[in-house]
């Protein structure tokens, strides 16, 4: 899998992906990410990306033509499955969507920033726009962030317990169960008897009421298509 990201602040995105379970993929060469900064595709001197918007004052809009540059000089390269656009008027990324574009091959993301992009882009260049909830950022640096983290880890072969990206909160609209480890017991706080078993199919039973109820007491939005 490749993801391809233009923004204006490339240091931002440094060292997100180059830690972890994201950094242990792309050594493993299951995933590749580009960073591409905005400004190299800038058509003056100054590296100009930003100008005024028509019509108002407050505000600096990214401009067309390094966006346009940036886009057709990566789908030379590239055949991308979507070119995404990071902003809070996007749909709101969760597990679905990640799950989604995990099975594709090549993503583009284009950070928003600011006041915005000039929306020509928006309209013909832009195949999704993602937001990661409802909230406005600087930028869409740490939502692009946000997303191919949360999508590198379901890649197979990403985390080393193949199991443990399906046991994920949310996966199947539940909660995860509260894990443990050693010691047994601390300070007279104990973990609960079933897990010390060994008794796999107790366990099982035990983390997935756990799951449920966990989920009804934190996040009952979750489950409310169950009712
Ligand atoms: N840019 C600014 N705010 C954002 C958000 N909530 N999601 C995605 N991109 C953004």
Known sequence: MR?????????????PFNHS???????????EIEIHNLRNFAKNKQRQVDDYPFGGKAGMVLMIEPINDAINHLKNLHEYDEIIYTSPDGEIFDQKMANTLS???????????YKGIDHRIRENLI???VSIGNYVMTGGE???AVM??????????AIGDESSALSDSFQDDLLAPPVYTRPAEFNGWKVPDIL??????EIDKWKHEQSILRT?????DLLKDED
């Open 21 to 31: 379970i994201v950094k242990r993929a792309k050594d493993k060469g299951l995933v």
């Open 103 to 113: 099975l594709k091959k090549n993503i583009l993301i284009l950070c928003g920033h």
């Open 196 to 201: 010390l078993s060994g008794n796999e199919a």
């Open 142 to 144: 740490m939502a692009a």
């Open 3 to 15: 993801f391809d990201i233009i923004t204006v602040l490339p240091e931002l995105l440094e060292s």
């Open 148 to 157: 191919v983290d949360s999508i590198v880890r379901l890649i197979p072969g």
């Open 216 to 220: 009804k007491e934190l996040r009952p």
């Open 127 to 129: 195949t999704r726009e």
